[in-house]
């Protein structure tokens, strides 16, 4: 290890979205090239056996940590049957969920709730509780959702740190990147109410970005591990597209992008040059 090196958790998003995910981020662990993931317990690739490969993948990692990947937007499916509100039969599409808790139109009893199975559903599937809790599409942060989110997590998974996502950036870097400008100030709010309740989070965040412009994703690390703190985290979204993925995220060439880079030989050397480790 480095003099003075910062030890990160780098962690893929989105096991259980789909199997070719599920393979790739599976296949990183084992090589060492992350050393967190989280899972998605209503996702489609998600069961015994899928739990079980992940846990096999983890034990020969020295650190890698587990968590819940909670989600609470289209196209997938609450795990309670009087979640409300839906759409056909699924949960809101994330800019409607945003909306919804914005004009107090989410019932935080009823969040609490679906979160709470959502918990109990990764317990059943990997045995014990969460190592960390996240959000998919950064819910854990929304207005409406923050708070029950919060009472869940310290009911449920006490021993369990959450994600929070600002950047630990200059201003006039942060205000470059508006999508990740947006997280920064949703954040304030979300570390006041996880410090108020005793739950960890994570002192710095890294690997927000445009996806539409399939971008090189080389100097978006370099940026990400530039910006990192001891301690924080790097979400990224590694994957070999199948016909399941592309039935449910948009989210497809870059995840390849990302697996392609990460597995490569270039980011060990990247790491090191920013003294940079995974745990």
Known sequence: MAANATSIWLCADDYGISPGVNRAIRDLIERGRL????????????????????????????????????????????????????????????????????????????????????VASFGDLFGRAPDFVDGHQHVQLFPGVRDAFIAAVKQAAPKAWVRQCARNQPLLDRLRTPKALFLDLLSTQFRSRAARAEIPFNPSFGGAYDFSGEPDFAPLMQRFLQGASDGGVIMCHPGLVDDVLISLDPLTRQREREYAFLGGEQFPHLLAANKVTLG
């Open 35 to 118: 050393n967190a993931t989280s899972a998605m317990v209503v996702g489609p690739a998600i069961g015994r056996e899928e739990a079980s490969a992940l846990k096999a993948a983890a034990a020969s990692s020295p650190r890698c940590a587990i968590g819940l990947h909670v989600t609470l937007t289209a196209p997938f499916r609450p795990l309670t049957m009087h979640f409300r509100p839906i759409d056909g039969g699924m949960l809101l599409p994330f800019p409607k969920l945003f909306r919804a808790g914005l004009t107090g139109r989410l019932d935080p009893e009823v969040i609490r709730t679906e979160l709470l199975v959502q």
